[in-house]
């Protein structure tokens, strides 16, 4: 019995050695080998990536929340440089270094500044924009196959594609440009086979919504929305819309008639016409001499509109000779006033902030007014709160701030308007 015992102890700690040797043995081996597959799998992207002689389309999409929208970019590899182009900027490449490394798993990063590559992720200076645009410029690399590569954020977790170009990179972004700017419909209606359906579309932040069914007493009404990129022909959504249980990935448009067209997944053929509300304004409208009223249209002050359709601002020169910058809303078809500094010195710092009356204002470059064209007159632009303003902003303060002192004071002459500082009540901008 003794022996017994003695032999199933021997036994147990033989095997329990040899357990702890297979162990090893295996821990060595699967080491091993996931750092081969991993250096393949970057090997292997590498010479995916450098063999497209046009270079890739990447959809890109900064933010987790995708409040800014999605933007088309465009990739040229060699063995170590990337030159980027990108919609935000028509016309300009800029090269930079890239990288392929391990960071717990196989990764694509953009590791030298590039004005494009980093716009997103370039904080601006003032009390908005430290985070920046919550951008992305290193990326897990999830799957790779000859003409698509899809990639995640590794700051927003978001999924985004490198799809391979077949045609000058500037010829596709100028081609994408064009057709955006003829995007500029916001609602419609039509009908996906049978089905009536209606349509909105958010083109700040480029989403469409899809809406069906209720139209009679009682019955229940259904609506879809998603994200989409401008394309040479149309739109393609970020992840397929789904109307009356069928798919749309992308849609054709055609800007002489709004017309937007495609097929669902189940070959019904997709027809739906924009329409432009009496309101909508062309960016070429804020062109020229304007009358500026204000404190219930008491005060009048003349100023100049310059717009840019290229980068969507409109310049507001001032009698005083200083310049105000609004920005073209271009889902709204307004003009947008909003907080910015004027100026920044040694001795002074100057801001053009949004508030109500009484004093208070935003410390906000968000916080503004919209000026949208009026029904009864399509020369006046009428005054009333941006999306991102409190229902009371009404009137706009020039403020100064001076070193060393952390009171707000009204900015000096020549920063005023009409020798006033406060412009309360602000009413509408008048085209002469």
């Known amino acids: ?109 953009f590791d030298s500044y590039n004005t494009l590559m980093h716009y997103f992720a370039t904080p601006w200076g003032d009390s908005d924009g430290y985070q920046a645009m919550d951008g992305d410029f290193e990326f897990m690399i999830m799957d790779v196959t000859e003409d698509l590569i899809t990639l995640q954020g590794k700051r927003t977790g978001n999924t985004m594609y490198l799809r391979r170009l077949n045609e000058d990179p500037a010829t596709t972004l100028n081609a994408i440009c064009a057709m955006n700017d003829n995007i500029y419909v916001t609602e419609g209606s039509g009908t996906i086979g049978e089905l009536p359906v209606t349509m909105s579309i958010d083109l700040n932040d480029r989403s469409m919504a899809i809406f069906w069914g209720g139209t009679e007493e009682g019955a229940e009404a259904f609506s879809d929305e998603a994200f989409y990129l401008p394309t040479a022909t149309g739109i393609r959504f970020l992840t397929p819309i789904t109307v009356n249980g069928a798919t749309i990935s992308e849609l054709s448009f055609n800007p002489d008639g709004y017309l937007f067209s495609g097929t669902d997944s189940n070959g019904n053929q997709v027809n739906i016409i924009g329409i432009l509300p009496e309101t909508y304004s062309f960016i070429e409208e804020f062109s020229g001499e304007f009358t500026f009223a204000f404190f219930f249209g008491i005060y009048t002050s003349n100023v100049t509109l310059t717009p840019d359709p290229a980068t969507g601002l409109i310049t507001m020169t001032t009698p005083n000779g200083f310049d105000l910058v609004a920005k073209y809303n271009k889902s709204k078809g307004c003009l947008s006033l909003t907080g910015q500094q004027l100026y920044s010195g040694s001795d002074m710092n100057v801001f053009f902030y949004a508030g109500g009356t009484g004093g208070s204002f935003y410390a906000s470059t968000q916080a503004g007014m919209d000026f949208v064209k009026s029904e009864s ?42 020798n006033t500082g406060q412009i309360t009540y602000v009413q509408y901008l008048q085209k002469k």
């Open 1 to 109: 019995m003794r022996l017994n015992k003695l032999f199933i102890a021997t036994l147990l700690a033989f095997s329990t050695l040899a357990f702890q040797s297979c162990l090893k043995d295996q821990e060595d081996i699967f080491d091993e080998s996931s750092s081969t597959r991993l250096q393949a799998t970057l090997d292997n992207a590498k010479a995916v990536l450098t063999s497209a002689p046009n270079g890739w389309l990447f959809d890109y999409t900064p933010d987790k929340y995708q409040s800014y929208g999605s933007y088309i970019y465009t990739l040229q590899f060699d063995d170590s440089q990337v030159n980027v182009g990108s919609e935000i900027a028509p016309g300009q490449f800029e090269k930079s270094l890239y990288k392929l490394t391990n960071d717990n798993g196989p990764v694509l990063t």
């Open 377 to 418: 007159n399509p020369k006046r632009f009428v005054a009333e709160p941006n999306a991102a303003s409190p229902s009371n902003v009404n009137s706009f303060y020039f403020i100064a701030t001076y070193p060393g002192d952390d009171t707000y004071y009204i900015a000096p002459a020549p920063w005023r308007l009409n």
